[in-house]
């Protein structure tokens, strides 16, 4: 079983800055990539970002500059930096791993408000 916790929501002024964080646990076979998405109200889920093992990172053009993943594979934890935040950030954010046996897991979502 693996469980990924998120944490790090909040409510924040844009402009503002929040840090989000995503601490893997459980029977980890080894985990290829690590990512975030997030589904704002009335809109479908969309990766906001990702990150390989090696490093390497993919942002979805609107947070490109703004946002930055990184991980930390010897904590099996996987942070994102969002600052310049926007209200259009508004959205429910999920952490997501890929295992080198292709299976998926999810977070259960942490809530990030920007207000106007």
């Known amino acids: 079983q693996v469980q990924l916790v998120a944490s790090g929501g909040g409510l924040v002024q844009a402009g503002g800055s929040l840090r989000l964080s995503c601490v893997v646990s459980?029977?980890?076979?080894?985990?290829?990539?690590m990512g975030w998405y997030r589904q704002a109200p009335g809109k479908q889920r969309e990766l906001a970002t990702s990150?390989?093992?090696?490093?390497?990172?993919n942002y979805v053009d609107s947070v490109k500059g703004r946002f930055t993943i990184s991980r930390d594979n010897a904590k099996n934890t996987v942070f994102l930096q969002m600052n310049s935040l926007k209200p259009e950030d508004t959205a429910v954010y999920y952490c997501?791993?890929?295992?080198?046996?292709?299976?998926?897991?999810w977070g259960q979502g942490t809530q990030v408000t920007v207000s106007s």
């Open positions: 990150i390989t093992r090696a490093g390497t990172t």
């Open positions: 997501m791993i890929t295992q080198l046996d292709s299976r998926d897991y």
């Open positions: 459980g029977t980890i076979f080894s985990i290829k990539t």
